[in-house]
């Protein structure tokens, strides 16, 4: 029987996986039929909307799925969640494959929910992260990818085994950090801070340059912040020298 590490397919990681892909169609579903619907109002009202529904859209997802395959719903966390190493490369790619799938499958099917009138009274087009047209190409950069460090961030504190104590109410943290952020940047660059929320719309209508910058932004993120996190919030052990012990010296070690 092949070794568990070498079985990409069994049936706990096709589990994993159709997690990934409902809990993204579940999202996608939720937060852009939200948006959809206060596409028609301007300013700080529609975004405030808008920026609910998608936090509310993580807590939705994260208390569904979260305990089968942690609910990322995002490219950008599973990579992240790679290099921490809390996950493989094979695995990754299948959480990364799963979930642009899922976002594509969620977007069919939310244009089969809307009605003609409603996908062509959309100004910037149906889910769609338009950034603002004065923002220079390094700004559209930077936002996207600062507001995406912050939601790694997150997600590098809640997989920390000294976040133990503090897991209730995980999703609605969690929420609420995505409404933050989202209120932040919303009005900015669209701050969808997800690639598979990006890029899906993009296919039916969009700027494929400046969703470059924006991608470009998500994912600098996602490769930058675990090394950070990991050598300056994660605490460092130092091997213990000990003599006359029947162990490697470098097998034990001491807490800080």
């Not at 997802?61 to 992240?80: D, K, R, T």
Request: with cysteine; proline share 4%.
């Amino acid at each position: 029987m092949l070794h568990t590490t070498n079985m990409i397919f069994n049936s706990f990681t096709c589990m994993r996986g159709l997690s990934e892909f409902c809990a993204t169609a579940l999202f996608m579903l939720i937060s852009c039929l939200g948006g959809t619907v206060t596409s028609d109002q301007n300013g700080a009202n529609g975004n405030l909307m808008s920026s609910v529904h998608y936090g509310l859209a993580v807590v939705v997802i994260m208390h569904i799925f979260g305990f089968i395959s942690g609910a990322h719903a995002n490219p950008c966390v599973s990579i992240a969640c790679c290099l921490l190493g809390y996950i493989g490369y094979k695995m990754m790619f299948l959480y990364v494959i799963c979930q642009l799938a899922g976002a594509a499958f969620g977007y069919f099917l939310l244009l089969q929910m809307l009605t003609q009138g409603m996908i062509d009274g959309c100004k910037q087009g149906i889910c769609i992260a338009e950034p603002m047209k004065s923002l220079s190409y390094v700004q559209i950069l930077s936002i996207e990818g600062f507001l995406t460090a912050v939601l790694v961030l997150a997600w590098c504190a809640l997989w920390d085994v000294r976040s133990g104590r503090f897991l209730d109410s995980v999703t609605l943290r969690m929420g609420c950090l995505v409404i933050a952020c989202n209120l932040a940047g919303g009005q900015l660059t669209g701050a969808t801070m997800n690639p598979g929320k990006l890029l899906i719309p993009t296919l039916f209508k969009g700027n494929p340059q400046t969703v470059l910058l924006q991608l470009g932004g998500q994912l600098l993120a996602s490769i930058i912040v675990p090394p950070i996190w990991q050598y300056a919030c994660t605490p460092r052990y130092k091997p213990l020298q000990a003599d006359n012990t029947e162990r490697p010296t470098q097998e034990l070690y001491l807490t800080p």
